[in-house]
DNA sequence: CTGAAAGCGCTAACAA
DNA sequence: TTGTTAGCGCTTTCAG
């Protein structure tokens, strides 16, 4: 059952295929009766305009991509969806590509850029090269969660002012000395908070110090917990432990506790984004405004696809800090 | 900077759209020198192959879709992370459409239908009819987590064999009487979890009923508890409630322990899907392989569009009861 | 208001 | 081995 075309369809209703095409998509005026007859030939014979066709002779596709590291934590999956919702508002189809454990990412990223009009790059997922040579040709891009390149336009959250009240609040809560778990090389999210952190609780007089870790899931932070432990007799806890992410300080808190630790009395813990079950640990976290950076991300993007923009533009949306009961700011008694 | 086309390329490098063509895709043999001109040519001006006008020339889009409702809890966002994994090793472009809060749902889906190959519909986002209207119309359908309608392929877990180990666990812990919360109408999979258990629990004379609730949200879940607690001097607290999901368990029972219920003392709990948050809470719950949900779906849908398949396809994967402290089985002393 | 015709950029017979 | 020539299905001048 080959589907009609537009040809089937204009000889059916005994006109050209430029009426056809012109009551299809109401793109000029045509007698009410001819287009009657369009329209029921259309109906009759099923006609749906094929897009492929349509997109060649425009010469836009009309879909937009997404690239991310992958799906699996809740950070990245709400921002691709705000980014959904707004791009099919913006009637535009969503690609997405994970670049997730495959080693062509740059290749695959590149072949996307080929199959949409625009792309939105999530964090580290492409090397700075790539994205500048895909700019270079003409690529439309909006990168997020991630530091400006060049004229491009980017859309962050607000790591350092929440990396400060972060350090505050510990600091109220008692610490005097802080350690930040988490690899800042992971992600450029990471490293702003790292720095932040360091800058805002260094400025206390707190001594800040940095605990690497392999990667930013529970069993990375179980780890950590399990090597500080470890070398507690010649290095005492500090009296925070401010994690890179929830996942991290999910495993940490659990490990701690096993181990007898009193959180929050001997050491405090933070994270980092609020996923859901940091509510349930009583986890202190950053709440990130997930959804919005993707909508916003999908917004610029059009913005510069349309061309209704002056310059690069870098949003950087606020973030907020939920404190609960891992890091419970003690009252001054001695 | 209009980007060069095939045509520029021939004409640099002195052959025709026809030998660039072949030496694009090596498709034919051409001889080793013609084809270094052309690929010189080709580096010189850039050129990358349109998509575009390939896709037209072959008609075929190479490039898939996956419907889903929302991306916020865990479940889809494995789901849809497992398909696009095989998919891109199918070297298939993923399209993603979310139906949450679209009240054009069903055109969304037709014209996301006509931009790509095949589509992968999850749960109940479309209604039948449209889903047979597509297949009818040849546009090549895989659904997940949906039971089969007619010859269309599918993919589902084990709602059944896992609602029966879960009712059989509950009544072995001592539950003489059984509520399940959720309302089966929201989705296949709620309704296969409520047969099954109904079924199970039945079995073993234990009494079973059924408490609807608005959604499957933490919320809904915290406002069962709320009713259940307020009609406690009329109807007694079942001694077990099995939930839906985990966020309707996680939600109901935060409120429980609020209200100073003993769990699993009093009351057992239990949730479905094995959200991280449910480790944290000790919630019982199954287990379900999210991400081969996915990825079963891509390689029947492969399948269905290369032709390489002979009839329906309905796969069903094993899922796993994982017992926590919600449900702890009490030992046989009075 | 409508139609003829020229593309959009590529693939694939069919010839040479 | 290479080139010529039709398309793929649609949009869009440009005439009429």
């Known amino acids: 059952m080959p589907r009609s075309t537009i040809r089937d369809v204009a000889r059916h209703a005994g006109v050209s295929i430029a009426t056809v095409s012109r009551v299809m998509r109401d793109s000029a ?7 009657d007859r369009v329209i029921d030939a259309a109906r009759e014979l099923e006609f749906v305009p094929s897009q492929l066709g349509r997109q060649l002779a425009e010469r836009r ?3 937009n991509g997404i690239v991310f590291p992958d799906l ?4 990245y999956a709400e921002v691709v969806l705000g980014y959904e919702n707004v791009a099919a508002e913006l009637r535009r189809s969503v690609l997405i590509l994970s670049t997730q454990g495959r080693p062509d990412a740059d290749l695959a990223v590149r072949e996307m850029a080929d199959r949409c009009d625009g792309l939105v790059v999530l964090g580290r997922t492409v090397s700075d090269e790539v994205v500048e040579q895909l700019a270079a040709r003409g690529t439309r891009i909006v990168l997020v969660a991630r530091p400006p390149i060049g004229e491009i336009d980017s859309v962050n959250a607000d790591n350092r002012d929440s990396a400060v009240a972060l350090g505050e609040h510990l600091v109220a809560g008692g610490a005097r000395s802080i350690t930040f778990v988490g690899d800042p090389d992971t992600s450029p999210d990471v490293a702003e908070r790292w720095e932040g952190l360091k800058r805002a609780a260094g400025a206390t007089g707190a001594v800040v110090d940095l605990v690497p870790v392999d990667d930013l899931g529970e069993h990375a932070g179980a780890a950590a917990a399990s090597r500080l ?5 010649t290095t005492p806890l500090p009296d925070a432990l401010a994690c890179a992410n929830d996942e991290l300080a ?8 096993e181990a007898g630790v009193d959180v929050p009395g001997e050491v405090q813990v933070s994270g980092w984004d609020d996923v859901m079950a940091a509510r349930y640990a009583d986890l202190t976290t950053v709440r990130q405004p997930m959804r919005e950076l993707g909508a916003t ?3 610029a993007l ?3 696809i349309t061309g209704g923009r002056v310059g690069p533009v870098h949003e950087l949306l606020p973030t907020q800090l939920v404190v609960r009961g891992s890091t419970a700011v ?4 001695p």
Chains 1, 2 share one sequence.
Do not use: I, N
């Open 250 to 257: 999910l495993g940490l808190l659990h490990r701690l506790r």
């Open 302 to 304: 059009d913005a510069v």
């Open 229 to 233: 432990l470890d070398r507690q007799d």
């Open 61 to 63: 596709y009309a879909a």
């Open 72 to 75: 699996s934590g809740p950070y």
């Open 330 to 333: 003690r009252p001054d008694t």
């Open 297 to 299: 991300a999908a917004r």
């Open 29 to 35: 005026a045509v007698r009410p009766d001819t287009r």
